[in-house]
Structure formats: structure tokens, C-alpha cells
């Protein structure tokens, strides 16, 4: 074989690994069927891919415990159980409180 030919080779067999591996992460990534996305439950470094607010696009990169925009798969009917579980992204931005009406005079 000349050098070209085995680099092309090589080149082939690395772009088919590749592609293997990334299909079977991709599957990974997203929650099946029987799951469903649960936002504000996850511990930091422990969320399930990337963050609903773009941050970061990866598992395992929640910077904080309970964010509202990191989620994790659970079982279908679970997260709504949980406190501050919740099945849609929550602001990372908590409302400003109502201010007290004035006392009467």
C-alpha cells in the first residue's frame, strides 16, 4: 500500500468511528419515550446536555444546584412532584417581590 492510500484509509476508518460514536451519544443526549425534560431539579454538574438558555451545550456543565434552565430526564409524571420541578425552562431571573401597599396614616 502506498502512504497515501493508507492515510486515506486511516482517514475512513476515524470518520466512521466518529460518526458510530455520535449516534449513539446523540441517543443518549435526549430523553426517550418514557422520559420527559425536568428544569430546576438538577445539581450542579449534573444536568443532562445543554442548557435551555444556551450557555453551554454539554452534560455535565450546570454550574449551580436547581437552575431553573438545566435539566435532566426523569420518568414521565415525576418532575411536577418535585420541588421547583418544572417541564418548561424558568427564567434565571427571579420576579422582583410586590412591594407592600403604604400603611394609612
Known amino acids: 500500500m502506498t502512504n497515501t492510500k493508507k492515510i486515506n484509509t486511516l482517514l475512513a476508518g476515524a470518520v466512521a468511528a466518529m460518526t458510530i460514536g455520535m449516534a449513539g451519544h446523540a441517543a443518549a443526549m435526549g430523553p426517550d419515550a418514557e422520559k420527559e425534560k425536568c428544569y430546576g431539579v438538577a445539581k450542579a454538574?449534573?444536568?443532562d446536555c445543554g442548557s435551555a438558555d444556551k450557555a453551554h451545550g454539554c452534560a455535565g456543565?450546570?454550574?449551580?444546584?436547581?437552575?431553573?434552565v438545566e435539566w435532566i430526564a426523569l420518568p414521565k409524571g415525576l418532575?411536577?412532584?418535585l420541588v421547583n420541578g418544572s417541564l418548561e425552562p424558568v427564567s434565571?431571573?427571579?420576579?422582583?417581590p410586590a412591594e407592600a401597599p403604604a400603611a394609612a396614616e
Do not use: H, I, M, T
Open 45 to 47: 454538574g449534573k444536568n
Open 61 to 68: 456543565l450546570a454550574k449551580v444546584d436547581g437552575s431553573g
Open 79 to 81: 418532575c411536577e412532584k
Open 92 to 96: 434565571a431571573e427571579a420576579p422582583a
